[in-house]
């Protein structure tokens, strides 16, 4: 139940900032439980900007938000331990639209699976399961989440992504690719579909922007000037290294999610590769981060 009305309130929001694409971050949105059939959504939420906490005892779920990411949540007793975690953990997304409207930008959320020595695929580029099964799902709930997936060319080459919801409920998101100048990507599962393109070349069946080079990088900035004029406001980075690394290194990313694993590979693909830091002063730090578990693995969640 909890996933159904988390999923109904980020299309309520959405629908609210489509309407009023200029708006600031309201005071409150309320969120009335439906009455239909069981397991359906069925909890009221009140989400409160900017005010006071108030605990509502109309309301199931009371939620106080002043920043992205950041929560405090009440919850009355006929919500259980397991929907409680959920909201928890998916709520700060579903409300990211009014950030986003407020501060005019897109939210970029990057998300992959490693091993304890930061490999996230071997030599050959195999990357297929390092991570577990409540990895997976999660990854697909924040697909279903976010407005849009990008991907670069060679995780496209190497994975053949399909970059769609299967695992839970939700709308897919929209797909785009980085890169890719020479690739045919007709041969691959995401032209099944219709999809965004930045590179220098034209694939079918996209809405194709050529994008240049400087420096033998593209310009992140330009890619998501792009998209938030395409109506998207939240984006999921799924790799690969290459890509995620340049959205890193250009400052685009607001935060980054680590699943580790209890792998040790030796040898492979790095998660982060870029610079040339000689001093820890160099590293990228974190404003707030956090440790969660998933299944019997653990996931790291930190804002830039």
């Not at 959205?247 to 990313?253: D, G």
């Amino acid at each position: 139940m909890a996933w159904e009305t988390i999923l109904s309130i980020k299309k309520g929001i959405k629908q609210l900032c489509k309407d009023q694409p200029d708006m600031d971050v309201p005071g409150q949105y309320i969120h009335q439980r439906k009455k239909s059939k069981p397991g359906s959504d069925a909890y009221a939420v009140n989400i409160s900007f900017n005010n006071k906490p108030v605990k509502n005892s109309k309301f199931d779920v009371n939620v106080y938000s002043t920043e992205p990411f950041k929560c405090k949540i009440s919850y009355s007793r006929r919500v259980s331990l397991i929907n409680r975690n959920l909201f928890n953990l998916y709520l700060p997304y579903s409300i990211l639209p009014f950030y986003a409207a407020k501060n005019k930008k897109i939210y970029v959320i990057t998300h992959f699976a490693q091993t304890l020595d930061g490999r996230i695929a071997s030599a050959s580029g195999d990357s297929k399961w390092i991570g577990n099964q409540e990895n997976l799902i999660h990854a697909h709930r924040m697909r279903a989440l976010l407005d849009g997936i990008l991907v670069g060319s060679k995780t496209i080459q190497s994975d053949n992504p399909l970059l769609s919801v299967r695992h839970v409920s939700g709308d897919d998101p929209k797909k785009i690719v980085v890169g890719g100048d020479h690739l045919d990507i007709q041969n691959y599962q995401i032209s099944e579909n219709e999809f965004v393109s930045f590179s220098q070349g034209i694939n079918k069946n996209a809405d194709n922007f050529i994008l240049n080079k400087e420096g033998g990088i593209y310009d992140t900035s330009k890619i998501l000037k792009t998209l938030y004029n395409l109506g998207l406001r939240t984006l999921y980075i799924e790799g690969g290294s290459f890509t995620t690394s340049n959205f890193l290194s250009q400052n685009r990313i607001d935060q980054i999610q680590v699943h580790f694993a209890p792998i040790i590979l030796g040898s492979g693909v790095t998660g982060f590769n870029f610079g040339d830091a000689q001093h820890l002063k160099e590293a990228v730090y974190f404003n707030s981060f956090r440790y969660l578990p998933l299944g019997n693995q653990m996931m790291f969640i930190g804002e830039i």
